[in-house]
């Protein structure tokens, strides 16, 4: 090898970048922070429950009194949100428990800014969880959703949680307009501060069973594929965070996440706003599963995978691992 051979192999080593672990620290492009997570949590009536979901190991269904408790010890590890889900004692066809003033999620609202009132309280805007058929909306006859009598009843929801306690609204369902009947019945009902973090780019994916488990919420015929998204299309997720924004979304979300880094760098790159991306059910419940057989170590796919997440450009991330990875960052 002669001098000059030498000296370009000398020049061109990476891997003095990665010998010793204090430089590795020191050069890292991507960080997780306790404020980069948020928890969902699934709410039920009544007092004392708190029932594992057997397909989400280590995800409970838990009454407010229960629900406290843990949003208690999530503040204490630091996390800065919990995003919330109910699932009521009875359901009808409209859904009508999401916007009782006494129901499920109202309750689990108070219940949490009485123990914890420095924790952010994030809910879900839905109807899946709440209709007796599944779905995301009012259906007619022949079973199809129908988009725009949606609306006034997801406005409703909106403001009974808004009037319960929720700081931010989540609207998940993937109505034509949602955003903009939501933002105009907070702000004719005096919440105008309250910001909304539109699931804006939502999937029809496979990967929500175990959710589905969770808020017995799968649907009773057919199927979300008529207003979710395709999982094939990445132009068309821009075109519905745009739509959002121009309504008046304040933060806008991708899910599932680890399928759809490509479309959260995507959104990242296009509109420079704050990036949720949730991970979702499946996602957790097949490492746990993998992990529990002893084929993944799950400390580390844990947090390499939120790092993937975050990486892609989420700027904060929805996910059942929230406590775990929070106690390891501790």
Same mark, same amino acid.
């Given at each position: 090898?002669?001098? !000059?051979?030498?000296?370009?192999?000398?020049?061109?080593?990476?891997?003095?970048?990665?010998?010793?672990?204090?430089?590795?620290?020191?050069?890292?492009?991507?960080?997780?922070?306790?404020?980069?997570?948020?928890?969902?949590?699934?709410?039920?009536?009544?007092?004392?429950?708190?029932?594992?979901?057997?397909?989400?190991?280590?995800?409970?269904?838990?009454?407010?009194?229960?629900?406290?408790?843990?949003?208690?010890?999530?503040?204490?590890?630091?996390?800065?949100?919990?995003?919330?889900?109910?699932?009521?004692?009875?359901?009808?066809?409209?859904?009508?428990?999401?916007?009782?003033?006494?129901?499920?999620?109202?309750?689990?609202?108070?219940?949490?800014?009485?123990?914890?009132?420095?924790?952010?309280?994030?809910?879900?805007?839905?109807?899946?969880?709440?209709?007796?058929?599944?779905?995301?909306?009012?259906?007619?006859?022949?079973?199809?959703?129908?988009?725009?009598?949606?609306?006034?009843?997801?406005?409703?929801?909106?403001?009974?949680?808004?009037?319960?306690?929720?700081?931010?609204?989540?609207?998940?369902?993937?109505?034509?307009?949602?955003?903009?009947?939501?933002?105009?019945?907070?702000?004719?009902?005096?919440?105008?501060?309250?910001?909304?973090?539109?699931?804006?780019?939502?999937?029809?994916?496979?990967?929500?069973?175990?959710?589905?488990?969770?808020?017995?919420?799968?649907?009773?015929?057919?199927?979300?594929?008529?207003?979710?998204?395709?999982?094939?299309?990445?132009? !068309?997720?821009?075109? !519905?965070?745009?739509?959002?924004?121009?309504?008046?979304?304040?933060?806008?979300?991708?899910?599932?996440?680890?399928?759809?880094?490509?479309?959260?760098?995507?959104?990242?790159?296009?509109?420079?706003?704050?990036?949720?991306?949730?991970?979702?059910?499946?996602?957790?419940?097949?490492?746990?599963?993998?992990?529990?057989?002893?084929?993944?170590?799950?400390?580390?796919?844990?947090?390499?995978?939120?790092?993937?997440?975050?990486?892609?450009?989420?700027?904060?991330?929805?996910?059942?691992?929230?406590?775990?990875?929070?106690?390891?960052?501790?």
């Amino acid at each position: 090898m002669d001098l !000059e051979t030498s000296n370009d192999a000398l020049r061109d080593r990476p891997r003095r970048l990665r010998a010793h672990p204090m430089v590795r620290r020191l050069v890292r492009e991507t960080t997780l922070a306790r404020d980069d997570l948020i928890l969902p949590l699934f709410t039920v009536p009544g007092s004392g429950v708190k029932d594992e979901v057997s397909s989400m190991p280590g995800v409970f269904r838990e009454s407010a009194d229960e629900l406290a408790e843990s949003c208690r010890a999530a503040a204490d590890l630091g996390l800065p949100a919990v995003i919330l889900f109910g699932i009521p004692a009875t359901k009808d066809a409209e859904g009508s428990a999401a916007w009782a003033a006494g129901g499920v999620v109202q309750r689990a609202l108070a219940s949490i800014a009485a123990a914890v009132p420095e924790l952010l309280r994030i809910v879900d805007l839905c109807f899946c969880e709440y209709t007796d058929h599944g779905h995301c909306g009012v259906v007619d006859e022949q079973g199809e959703v129908l988009n725009d009598p949606t609306l006034a009843n997801l406005a409703r929801q909106a403001v009974s949680l808004a009037d319960a306690g929720a700081q931010v609204i989540a609207p998940s369902g993937m109505m034509d307009g949602m955003v903009a009947a939501i933002r105009t019945g907070l702000d004719a009902s005096g919440h105008e501060d309250v910001p909304i973090l539109a699931y804006a780019a939502k999937y029809a994916s496979a990967f929500y069973g175990p959710f589905r488990d969770a808020a017995d919420s799968t649907p009773a015929f057919g199927d979300r594929r008529g207003y979710q998204q395709d999982p094939a299309n990445s132009d !068309e997720a821009l075109r !519905e965070v745009e739509l959002d924004l121009d309504q008046g979304a304040d933060m806008v979300m991708v899910k599932p996440a680890m399928p759809c880094l490509d479309i959260i760098r995507r959104v990242k790159d296009t509109f420079h706003v704050p990036l949720g991306a949730y991970q979702v059910s499946g996602e957790y419940a097949m490492l746990k599963a993998a992990a529990a057989r002893g084929w993944l170590d799950e400390e580390r796919v844990m947090e390499e995978s939120l790092l993937a997440i975050k990486r892609a450009g989420a700027d904060f991330i929805l996910t059942y691992f929230a406590r775990e990875m929070a106690a390891r960052l501790g």
